[in-house]
Nanobody, 123 residues
């Protein structure tokens, strides 16, 4: 059974950095399209970044140049490095996986989800 477990969230001041980790078990991350989503209170879930099986990535415009998705195949871990954090980045961040070649920011396409990790950025 596939499981994804996130960690690394916390509270930081604006301009700070965090690295989120998504550990996979029961699935091999490099064989999936992997993505990070976030959901702020009162807002819809939003796709932040994805990584295709071949390692190519996509990031939403609001985080380009600040966030970077990556993975460690040997450890079966997905990362989200977040720099220059802003208060508007405050949200619950979750990783997700789907066993397709194509990746998208459509949350309904993803098969497996982690429980999430909270990121809070203060001004």
């Amino acid at each position: 059974q596939a499981h994804l477990v996130e960690s690394g969230g916390g509270s930081v001041q604006a301009g700070g950095s965090l690295r989120l980790t998504c550990a996979g078990s029961g699935l091999t991350i490099r064989d999936y399209c992997m993505a990070w989503f976030r959901q702020a209170p009162g807002k819809e879930r939003e796709g932040v970044a994805f990584m295709r099986r071949d390692g190519t990535t996509g990031h939403i415009e609001s985080v380009q140049g600040r966030f970077t998705i990556s993975r460690d195949n040997a450890k079966n871990i997905l990362y989200l490095q977040m720099n220059s954090l802003k208060p508007e980045d405050t949200a619950m961040y979750s990783c997700a996986a789907v066993g397709t070649l194509a990746c998208s920011f459509g949350s309904w396409t993803y098969q497996h989800w982690g429980q999430g990790t909270q990121v809070t950025v203060s001004s």
